[in-house]
Structures are given as C-alpha cells and as structure tokens.
C-alpha cells in the first residue's frame, strides 16, 4: 500500500547551521507535499506545503523540494533558530485524493545552542 | 472562525470504562479525521470522514472503537470498553481539501 519513509528520525545541528529533512513516496499518483510541525505539547501545524506542478517552494527561512521522478521530497531549513526545536514530519496525498494523507514517521529537530 | 474544537482535553479514566471524545470541525470543511498519537507508533489515522460519511476505517483498531459523525458540524469517537494500550493523545482534524487543521487534542489516560 502507500508508504511514506522519513528520514532521519533524529537530527541535532548546531544554531545557525542548516537542516534538511528527506522523505520518499510510493504512490506516483500522490499530487500534494505538506509538512507540519509539532512543537512538545502542541497539535501538528502546517509549516509549507507544495503540489506535484512545482519543483520548489520558499517561504523565509524555509523551502521544500519535489522531485517526482525519484518520488522523494525535502525540507530545508536555513539559519536555524532555538525555536525551530520540535517534531516536524511529512505526508503525501493519498492518490490524486486532496483530502487523505500519508504520514511519514517523523524527525525530531534539536537545535544546539 | 474557533479553529477545531475537541473536548474533553484530559480525560482519566479506569480500564472497562466508555470514553466518548467529541470535535466540531472548522464550519465549511467537508473531511473529517480522527488520529491517534503515542510515542511507540506515532501519527495514526483512525478513521476520515467525507460530508458525513466514513470513507476509510481501517485504522480503527478493533470493534472497542467506534466513531460517529451525525450532522457536519459534530464527530464523536468512543471506545467501549477502555483498555490501558488505548492510552494516548487522539487528535480530530478537519479540511475543505490540502491543508488539515488539528484541534488540541485530548490526552486520555486509562488506568
């Protein structure tokens, strides 16, 4: 069935350094890219998201990849802040569904001082 | 708009017992999720409604599990009877299409 693998599960950088969060699709027919964050505590929110028609999408410190033949996708977050410490994961439409997603397991972001 | 709302946030409880959690979703969103959350297994899918109709169930874990969703502004998900492994924060969301907004979450304790 559909599957959606993230990687890593933990990943500890040091403030100011950049991070990148990779995830890989089985579904070809997946048409939509979110990731939310989840800070200790709190519920899951959307942090950028983007559609199987763009390659890339940037919003400050943060930017999302696609690339649809090797079915995978990426987050990457430059200058990385104490506040960007949580739980981030990603998804992927189930089908061309706009509505059901795949989840990825998760990473754990822990920013050093 | 209040965003999705879920009650109770906490709820205890004692193995055998009926718990019954509640949302309201976000008014004009037609899709309706319930998700289990826990440390060991992560971010699970319960059961997704679409205008009121359950569309896949199969994350519902047994026949304990049931979910309801009467009108499109009220979804119920109650477990009968409790067990200690249903421990866990049990997240409602809704969506009109792409993004799903979560409500709070209910933390359930069972004992």
């Known amino acids: 069935g559909e599957n959606v693998e993230q990687h890593p599960s933990t990943l500890s950088v040091q403030e100011g350094d950049s991070a990148v969060i990779k995830c890989t699709y089985s579904d070809s027919a997946s048409n939509y890219f979110p990731w939310y964050k989840q800070e200790l505590g709190k519920r899951p929110q959307l942090i950028i998201d983007i559609r199987s028609n763009v390659g890339e999408k940037k919003d400050q410190r943060i930017a999302v990849t696609l690339n649809k033949t090797a079915k995978h996708f990426s987050l990457h977050i430059t200058e990385t802040q104490p506040e960007d410490s949580a739980v981030y994961f990603c998804?992927?439409?189930?089908?061309?569904?706009?509505?059901?997603?795949?989840w990825g397991a998760g990473t754990k972001l822990i920013i050093k001082p | 708009d209040a965003g999705v709302i879920q009650s109770p946030r906490h709820e205890v409880t004692e193995m055998g017992q009926e718990v019954t959690l509640r949302c309201k979703p976000i008014?004009?969103?037609?899709?309706l999720f319930w998700y289990r959350q826990t440390m060991m297994r992560g971010l699970e899918l319960l059961i997704y409604?679409?205008?009121?109709?359950?569309?896949?169930d199969s994350g519902m874990p047994e026949d304990r599990f049931s979910a309801k969703m009467p009108n499109a502004s009220f979804s119920t998900l109650k477990i009968q009877p409790s067990e200690p492994r249903d421990s866990a924060v049990y997240f409602c969301?809704?969506?009109?299409?792409?993004?799903?907004?979560f409500g709070p979450g209910t933390r359930l304790t069972v004992l």
């Open positions: 008014s004009g969103h037609n899709s």
């Open positions: 969301a809704s969506t009109r299409g792409g993004e799903q907004f």
């Open positions: 409604f679409n205008n009121n109709v359950p569309i896949d």
């Open positions: 998804a992927a439409s189930k089908g061309d569904s706009n509505y059901q997603l795949i």
